[in-house]
Each structure stands twice: as C-alpha cells, then as structure tokens.
Nanobody, 125 residues
C-alpha cells in the first residue's frame, strides 16, 4: 500500500512563495507518475502539474511559469515550489501517485489511485 503525506501549506500574501512537500511510502517511488492537484471551495478538483519517472512534466496553463514540480528520489519526496502566488491559487492541494506503467498523456484524476490528505494553501490580497 502507498501512503502519501503532504506538508508545507499555509497562508501567504499575494506575490509570495510556498513550497509543498509530499512524502511517499513506496519502494517503487521512482517508477511512479506523480501529480499535484488542487480544489478550491465550490470548484472541482483540478490537475496542477504532473511528472513522470523521467522528469517530464505537464503544467496547467494557470500555473505555468510560476510553479515548479520536482522529485527527490532518495527521500521519496515530491515537491511543488509555488512562486508569485495569486489569490486564485487558494485551495487544498493534494499530491497523488499513479503506479507504473503510467503516462502523462491525458493524465487526470482517474489515473491516480493514491492520494494524500491535502494541505491548505491560502493566498491573501
């Protein structure tokens, strides 16, 4: 079984930065596709960015150029560096894992079978 635990959420002013972390408890972490999702009040959960085992990424247009995903294999940890934060980035952020074989092509909610509990990010004006 795969366990994911997010951390790093909090409150920040517009224009500020946060770094989210997700620790993943699986021996085969390096082979997984990973993703960050977010859900704002009254809205459906949406994909933010995905990364595969080779480091290829797919970013949502809304965060492209501001957010950066990375993975630390030795620590089984996924990161999301969020810069130039905007109030519309306010949401609960979730990390998710898709066991191999996996692909980023057309990846979405249904492709990720393992989820963290989420961490709240609040961006104030």
């Amino acid at each position: 079984q795969v366990k994911l635990v997010e951390s790093g959420g909090g409150s920040v002013q517009a224009g500020g930065s946060l770094r989210l972390s997700c620790e993943v408890s699986t021996y085969y972490y390096s082979d997984y596709c990973m993703g960050w999702f977010r859900q704002a009040p009254g809205k459906e959960r949406e994909g933010v960015v995905f990364i595969d085992r080779d480091g290829s990424t797919n970013y949502s247009d809304s965060v492209k150029g501001r957010f950066t995903i990375s993975r630390e294999e030795r620590k089984n940890t996924l990161y999301l560096q969020m810069n130039s934060l905007k109030p519309e980035d306010t949401a609960i952020y979730y990390c998710a894992a898709d066991p191999p074989p996996c692909t980023l092509v057309g990846a979405g909610l249904g492709d990720f079978g393992y989820w963290g509990q989420g961490t709240q990010v609040t961006v104030s004006s």
